[in-house]
């Protein structure tokens, strides 16, 4: 896209959301695109109708008509969550998706019927918007901490109509999830086990060990045949398994496809219940761009310590009644927490867009729930060249200063652009604010909106003269935020 468009960027607002988990730190929501006239905005409330949380909107920052070069409202599109009416047993269902890693985890250990087994059969399930063709090529890799079921949803119609691959460590021969791996079916809520763990001619091959990731291959041709591949440490000392090689297919297997869980929680000394990413459909696609994002963390200083506390932790989410519509940060990541620091801090720090992109409004809404730094970043090029903008409420002479800050590193040579001298505006946990930044040639001017649905407070900083990293992306950056 153009760098240029409009002081008067239009968009959309989205409806109020809740999501119950406020008990991290922080959390970005979507608002709706800025004006320059942000002071006269404060009054406006219908302007204040958003997501609970925070989003990201860039729009141009020049003369008459803005447009969006981008947004998000971190709603997991393409992606629907589906609870069959069932006996559930813990929970609730939290479908998670880390943007760090491209992986999706469930670990609520929410389970059906009974821990023995469950007769029903019935599970939750995440299921993508795409409508495969007759023949298709369905992969994923897929690695588990518990040993309960997960697996993969194929030929899906609706709640009670579905093909599912499941993979367990835990026996269970009385019934689902079973052991080791089965194919079954779904008709009208009749479940009938067609290929594995139990079923005549079974051989045990192929049982999936803790931490150790696994791909699977589900294949179907034109003749709706159905051959199943896993190959075992992908990234080690590869086995592959054919446990199903060509095999029909009682009903068609075209329809949407997704993953699932069952008693998938937490043990101590192995990652989150499980994880299951590099999804892939074709010759369809699978709806849902969630790649727009890297991950990166900054170096210091060449002469200042480089030691790093914690990994990102950036994550969407939805449960039973949907997306939350918020991005978290909870990894307790930072680096300098130490006097240095107050200028080269470093720390999870999330990037998307263009590097050509130069004069741009990008606001985003935050709810802190820690008291360290969280905040934007602007014209990124690199891990050393960009811009920064980071808010603290602890006062402390390490790492970020309290109120609001701003950096600039160009070529790892970072320099105070700005700081609080008397401090303006703290945030509060629980409580959220926008940032918002335009940035128009070599002028930058800071604007925040404190509690914006309630006294609409705005700050204003600026204008200041900024030089040496002319064009690139938007980010985000959260230092030592934690769940609290």
């Keep these: 896209m153009q760098n240029c468009c409009s002081t008067n960027p239009v968009g959309s607002s989205t409806s109020p959301s809740r999501f119950n988990g406020a008990t991290t730190a922080p959390q970005f929501m979507k608002e709706k695109p800025w004006s320059t006239t942000l002071a006269d905005r404060r009054h406006d ?31 997991l599109t393409g992606w629907t969550v589906v609870q069959p009416v069932g006996a559930y047993v813990d929970g609730p269902l939290l479908w998670e998706y880390d943007v760090t890693i491209g992986a999706f985890v469930e670990r609520s250990n929410i389970y059906t019927d009974a821990a023995t087994y ?50 367990a460590r835990q026996s269970r021969s009385g019934g689902f999830p079973w052991h080791a791996w089965v194919v079954d079916r779904n008709m ?28 699977v291959g589900i294949n179907v041709d034109a003749a709706n045949n159905l051959t199943l591949r896993v190959t075992n440490n992908p990234t ?36 989150a219940g499980f994880r299951i990413q590099n999804l892939n459909l074709t010759p369809a696609s699978l709806t849902g761009n969630l790649s727009t994002w890297t991950s990166v963390i900054p170096p210091r200083m060449a002469t200042n310590n480089a030691a ?16 939350s519509g918020v991005l ?17 801090f470093t720390g999870a720090t999330l990037v998307t867009g263009s590097d050509t992109w130069s004069n741009y409004v990008v606001a985003a809404r935050i709810t802190p729930n820690d008291d360290d730094g969280h905040g934007i970043v602007f014209r990124y090029r690199n891990v050393t060249n960009f811009y920064r903008i980071v808010l603290r409420a602890e006062v402390t ?10 950096q600039k590193n160009v070529n790892q040579i970072y320099s105070q652009i700005y700081r609080d001298n008397s401090v303006k505006y703290v945030p509060v946990a629980g409580v959220p604010y926008d940032l918002v930044a335009q940035i128009a040639s070599n002028t930058l001017n800071v604007f925040v909106v404190a509690d914006p649905d309630g006294a609409a407070q705005v700050y204003n900083y600026g204008p200041f003269t900024i030089s040496g990293v002319n064009t690139g992306k938007v980010g985000l950056i959260s230092w030592g935020m934690s769940r609290t």
């Design 45 to 75: 409330r219908n302007w204040g109708a958003f997501a609970l949380f925070l989003g990201l909107v860039v729009t141009c920052a020049l003369p008459l008509k803005a447009s969006v070069l981008f947004e998000d409202d971190f709603n």
């Design 118 to 167: 469950s007769p029903t059969a019935i599970a939750p399930m995440l299921i993508n918007d795409t409508v495969s063709g007759a023949s298709f090529a369905y992969t994923a890799r897929l690695t588990t901490g518990d040993d309960d079921g997960f697996g993969l949803i194929f030929g899906y119609q609706n709640p009670t109509n579905f093909y599912r691959v499941t993979f």
């Design 188 to 215: 009208n809520g009749t479940v009938t086990k067609m290929f594995g763990y139990g079923t005549p001619g079974y051989s045990q091959t192929f049982v999936n060990v803790v931490n150790v990731p696994f791909d």
């Design 236 to 271: 080690g000392t590869p086995t592959t398994y054919t446990l199903v090689n060509a095999q029909p297919l009682p009903a068609p297997a075209g329809g949407r496809v997704g993953i699932f869980t069952w008693g998938m929680g937490s043990f101590s000394g192995t990652f």
């Design 308 to 323: 790093i506390s914690g990994q990102p932790s950036w994550r969407l989410t939805a449960g039973q009644s949907g997306p």
């Design 328 to 344: 978290e940060e909870t990894g307790n990541c930072f680096g300098g927490n130490d006097v240095p620091g107050q200028v080269d």
């Design 397 to 406: 002479t390490n790492g970020p200063p309290v109120g609001l800050s701003i």
